[in-house]
Structure formats: structure tokens, C-alpha cells
């Protein structure tokens, strides 16, 4: 959720981005604010509509809309499963309306897998056919190392990412699946965080998120490289991290569809990326 902001700023034309950076430097708020985790209490959808940070973007020509189905939607089973900050965002109409236009959807569920909320998640929402996406991100791992740390062994969180991952199998081979490993995080959640990149980076090496299509964002390099951002509470992270994030899944599909362009398919999209940007924390698989 801290991503979206900054995306939707990034894709206006130049003079309704600098109207929207000019709105926010006058609020003094940030990108990542969109959704701001404040301490216990989470912000609910419709108070943002009122904030500093989302009436820029509408003003903008961003269109939001709370998903509030109660099957698909949030995260029932998982900890802390009131959340409930899924939405729908349209810019001229949305992708199904405009040639221009342009869909991002957010869905908060944040366990590696949760049976209930993933399973009626992706049969009754994401694989309709009255959805497509070019671009699937996700960002797993944090929660459960840090409410479920326990259960983290290599064989339980393998396990849960294969089920994630054949749910995954719904999406054509023309869907860009961007799977980012967990950011540092406390010093306590180092070995939970720790599995869970090592399972991620095996399943990926193995195909197991979609062969030719699965781009692996390395988060913890990213937050832990020289120069790195600071998380500002323990787990999330400010504006100069996702505007990095977003120019590598800018970078990165750009050679994925210009891959399918040309008719071979994905997988020219490997050699196109190339072994360079590893350093930049990303890998194709």
C-alpha cells in the first residue's frame, strides 16, 4: 500500500504531477502517507478521501473506489484481519474504458498464505474474466515473521508459498509476476525474514511462480545496501525506497512486454535484463 501513491503521481502528464508534488510539499506529506500505519489503529478508507495525500491525486483525475465485498476483500484469516483497505484505482476511466487508461488495484493481504481469504481472493475476484492484469505484484513475508514467527520453519513456509504460487497459474503468460522479498525489519524478525527470502529465492530459481515471467525483487538488498533508506518505524519505509522500487518495475517491464512484442514469447525477457541488475536487486526467472 505504500507503493501506490507515488505510482499514480509517476504516470500523470508533467504538469499534474508537479501539481500534485507541489500539493503535497505544501501539506508536508508523502507518497507512502496514502495508507499510513499509525501505531495501532489503521486508517479506514473513506477518511482518506478528506486527506492531504489522496484529494491531489482525485483533483488529478485518479478515481477511487473501496472494494468492501466481505469474500474478497481484506484478509479475514489472517492476524489482524479488521483490516480492510482494498480498492480499486481508475486514471481516464481505467484500462477497460480508455486506451490510456490505467487500473491499480490493492488487496491487503499480507501471510504468505491465508486458505480462506487467498482461495476466495483469487476464484472470485483476480481470475474472473472480467479482470486482466499486466502487472502482479506482490510483497509477502513481513507479517509472518512478525506475529508468526514461530511457525516459520523452511518446510511450513515452502509449503505456503507453493500453495500461493499455484493459485498464480490463473494469470496468462502475458501477466508480469513481481514477487519482492521482505525488507529489514527488526533485529528479532532477522531469522523469520531470513527463511522466507531463502524460500522465495529457491521457488522462483525453480519456476515455481510462473517460469519466464517471475521477475524476484530482492528487498532486503535494497534496504540494506550501502546508502540504504531507514525504515521510519521498525518495518516501513518512506518515499526514496518505493520511488527505487517503482524505477526497477518500470525498468523490468518495459523489457517484459517489449519481449512479447516481438513475438517470441517471454523469454528473450531474461537475456534483455541481464545479469547486471542484479546489483540493483533484481533476478529473472
Partial sequence: R????????FVLPQDLRDGVASAWKESSVEGYELFPRTKKLE??????????????????????????????????D???????????AELYGGHTKSSRGITYEYSWKPEIFSPVADTDGFTHRYCQPNRRYDVVFIGRGLHD???KKHELTPEAVDERF??????????????????????VGKEREAEGLATVTKSMVALARNGAFGANRTLLLDGHLLTSAQDHPETYDGHHYKTSLHRSV????????????????????????????????????????
Fill in 246 to 285: 517503482w524505477r526497477l518495475i518500470f525498468f523490468a517491464s518495459a523489457r517484459f512486454f517489449d519481449s512479447l512484442g516481438g513475438g517470441a514469447g517471454a523469454t528473450p525477457f531474461k537475456e534483455s535484463i541481464g545479469t547486471r541488475w542484479q546489483e540493483c536487486g533484481i533476478t529473472v526467472w
Fill in 2 to 9: 505504500s507503493l501506490a501513491a507515488d505510482f499514480m503521481r
Fill in 162 to 183: 507453493r500453495k500461493l504460487a499455484e493459485l498464480l497459474k490463473c494469470f496468462p503468460e502475458t501477466t508480469l509476476i513481481i514477487v519482492r522479498t521482505p525488507y
Fill in 43 to 76: 486508517p479506514t478508507f473513506d477518511q482518506m478521501y478528506t486527506k492531504e495525500v489522496m484529494l491531489p491525486l482525485m483533483t488529478a483525475g485518479w478515481n477511487f473506489t473501496h472494494l468492501r465485498n466481505a469474500t474478497t476483500s481484506g484478509c479475514r
Fill in 78 to 88: 489472517c492476524v489482524r484481519g479488521y483490516t480492510n483497505n482494498d480498492y480499486m
Fill in 145 to 147: 515473521a512478525v506475529f
